[in-house]
């Protein structure tokens, strides 16, 4: 090779050398190696054995203001899931705690959305409600009124909520929260196995030079894959 095209193919090499070096997914792969994830920080352990398919399960309330704030944050997690990961709600009873009746409606409520496919748009209405519209709902009547709005009509809502199957998914959701030792809301578990310890996400992400999205998205990727 000629000294000529030595220097050229050299330049080149510098050339590209400083692109790459300088281009989105070099820093994109400097911060995806930066994020490290520490047990009793980031998460902890539930229980020894995970579940036979990838999933995660959000136990929440309809009343708590934290799950509320957390809620784009979850949509955010939901919208960056493979399409093999189940992601299921569990609704609480133990909030109001001044009005336990309320806390056990909600979830047939939850349940009876679920069966009738009108989740998010039910859960997304109840929030509105309680932590824009400042209006509390926990009565049948209330329930029946929102699920009107969503198009089910009043003697669909009866007999889905009085319907074993919605019994049965209350009744899982309630021994679910019980199992997983859910103390707060909301609470976030993957593969039966891991919590995610969601308060110290975005002191995580601040840490990590990433986003809180980033971080919670990047923490529940290794979790899904961790033995």
């Not at 309320?102 to 109840?126: H, I, N, R, Y």
């Not at 926990?138 to 709005?149: E, S």
Request: net charge neutral; hydrophobic share 40%; glycine share 4%.
């Amino acid at each position: 090779m000629s000294l000529l095209n030595v220097v050229k193919a050299s330049s080149l090499m510098v050339l590209l050398a400083g692109t790459i070096a300088c281009s989105p997914s070099a820093e994109e792969a400097v911060k995806e190696a930066a994020v490290s994830f520490q047990l009793d920080k980031d998460y902890e352990v539930v229980r020894k054995t995970p579940s036979k398919s990838p999933q995660i399960i959000e136990h929440f309330s309809l009343y708590c203001g934290h799950c509320y704030n957390t809620e784009p944050l979850i949509k955010s997690l939901k919208n960056s899931l493979a399409k093999d990961v189940e992601f299921k709600r569990s609704h609480v009873t133990f909030l109001p705690q001044q009005r336990p009746e309320w806390g056990k409606a909600m979830t047939f409520a939850v349940a009876a959305s679920q069966k009738l496919g009108v989740e998010d748009a039910f859960v997304a209405s109840v929030f509105d409600s309680h932590f824009v519209q400042k209006k509390f709902l926990g009565d049948y009547a209330q329930l029946r009124d929102v699920f009107g709005t969503l198009g089910v009509d009043a003697q669909t809502f009866k007999d889905t909520m009085n319907n074993e199957e919605t019994v049965d998914v209350v009744r899982a959701m309630v021994n679910k929260a019980s199992s997983d030792k859910v103390r707060f809301t909301p609470d976030l578990i993957v593969n039966d196995k891991y919590r995610v310890l969601l308060s110290n996400v975005p002191k995580s992400a601040k840490e990590n030079g990433v986003t809180t999205e980033q971080q919670l998205d990047k923490l529940v990727a290794f979790l899904l894959t961790n033995p």
